[in-house]
């Protein structure tokens, strides 16, 4: 499928503050259809913004009849442009992640869902997908209603509640306030579905934080699948720059669980849910 690509720059309002967020639009054409609609996603980036290997990724969503949104997500404290996959971009990422809040990152959640919701050609099912802080952010944007299915690649800062300012890591399986607004914390009020992927290898996610956001999730009752790859580490989908770790097998295995999902979900209409339970007939 054909792809335009676009960028618009839309206003947000968090912590008293307005800026305007870049959004980057990749979206899919076919020739003779002007009328085409198309499920929208939101991709969140890695702590670099919508490098080259986060539009590549764009652009193979879109190609499969996906209209995609990718916000630069550090607005507040820079331009749209990628910052650079070495030391100083490094720590100026790690250092605005946990600058900006929590609010102003739900903020840019919500308006660029009302953004691609706007569009004419949008069918008005939104999913978001995202790698490791866009991984956390796209698990976080399914707390808005209006996210249908996410997947998350190699989500980080969930498990040590550690995304937005905070005091310290904190990795316990009980919330650290009744009111704390960490997403380990307020997974119950996910609807859509969610698909986790993680590298065993991964050291940003290690086996006991990966345990504890499964465990989170089952008790929250969210629907979800979790997939864990053996031998991939962190950022093993980035095709630029990966120090190594670039995995194209497991990237080509983890798109087909992104293609299930969203074309289950964003694809067919499923209806309202029945809401009660379905036992499962135990036989071989």
Same mark, same amino acid.
């Given at each position: 499928?054909?792809?335009?690509?676009?960028?618009?720059?839309?206003?947000?309002?968090?912590?008293?503050?307005?800026?305007?967020?870049?959004?980057?639009?990749?979206?899919?054409?076919?020739?003779?259809?002007?009328?085409?609609?198309?499920?929208?996603?939101?991709?969140?980036?890695?702590?670099?913004?919508?490098?080259?290997?986060?539009?590549?990724?764009?652009?193979?969503?879109?190609?499969?009849?996906?209209?995609?949104?990718?916000?630069?997500?550090?607005?507040?404290?820079?331009?749209?442009?990628?910052?650079?996959?070495?030391?100083?971009?490094?720590?100026?990422?790690?250092?605005?992640?946990?600058?900006?809040?929590?609010?102003?990152?739900?903020?840019?959640?919500?308006?660029?869902?009302?953004? @691609?919701?706007?569009?004419?050609?949008?069918?008005?099912?939104?999913?978001?997908?995202?790698?490791? @802080?866009?991984?956390?952010?796209?698990?976080?944007?399914?707390?808005?209603?209006?996210?249908?299915?996410?997947?998350?690649?190699?989500?980080?800062?969930?498990?040590?509640?550690?995304?937005?300012?905070?005091?310290?890591?904190?990795?316990?399986?009980?919330?650290?306030?009744?009111?704390?607004?960490?997403?380990?914390?307020?997974?119950?009020?996910?609807?859509?579905?969610?698909?986790?992927?993680?590298?065993?290898?991964?050291?940003?996610?290690?086996?006991?934080?990966?345990d504890l956001i499964r465990l989170?999730?089952?008790?929250?009752?969210?629907?979800?699948?979790?997939?864990?790859?053996?031998?991939?580490?962190?950022?093993f989908i980035r095709d630029e720059?990966?120090?190594?770790?670039?995995?194209?097998?497991?990237?080509?295995?983890?798109?087909?669980? @992104?293609?299930?999902?969203?074309?289950?979900?964003?694809?067919?209409?499923?209806?309202?849910?029945?809401?009660?339970?379905?036992?499962?007939?135990?036989?071989?």
């Amino acid at each position: 499928m054909l792809i335009k690509e676009s960028f618009t720059d839309v206003k947000t309002t968090a912590n008293g503050r307005e800026s305007l967020m870049r959004v980057f639009l990749f979206h899919p054409t076919i020739p003779g259809y002007p009328n085409a609609r198309f499920p929208g996603v939101v991709l969140f980036s890695e702590i670099y913004q919508v490098t080259g290997p986060v539009a590549r990724f764009a652009r193979q969503i879109a190609g499969q009849g996906y209209i995609v949104a990718a916000p630069s997500s550090y607005h507040d404290f820079t331009g749209p442009e990628p910052l650079a996959y070495d030391v100083p971009g490094t720590d100026k990422g790690n250092e605005w992640k946990i600058t900006k809040t929590l609010e102003s990152y739900d903020e840019d959640s919500n308006r660029t869902v009302d953004y @691609l919701l706007s569009l004419p050609t949008c069918t008005g099912r939104v999913g978001a997908t995202g790698m490791c @802080l866009g991984g956390h952010l796209a698990l976080r944007a399914s707390l808005d209603p209006r996210i249908s299915a996410s997947v998350c690649y190699f989500p980080t800062d969930i498990h040590t509640r550690t995304l937005g300012p905070h005091a310290g890591p904190n990795s316990s399986a009980t919330a650290p306030s009744p009111d704390s607004l960490h997403t380990l914390d307020v997974l119950s009020r996910i609807r859509g579905e969610v698909a986790l992927i993680f590298g065993v290898k991964d050291t940003h996610v290690p086996d006991a934080g990966r345990d504890l956001i499964r465990l989170k999730m089952r008790e929250a009752g969210a629907t979800f699948s979790f997939h864990e790859f053996a031998w991939a580490q962190h950022a093993f989908i980035r095709d630029e720059l990966s120090k190594g770790r670039y995995d194209p097998a497991v990237s080509k295995a983890c798109f087909e669980v @992104l293609l299930e999902l969203f074309g289950r979900v964003l694809r067919t209409e499923l209806g309202e849910a029945d809401g009660g339970p379905h036992e499962v007939e135990h036989v071989c």
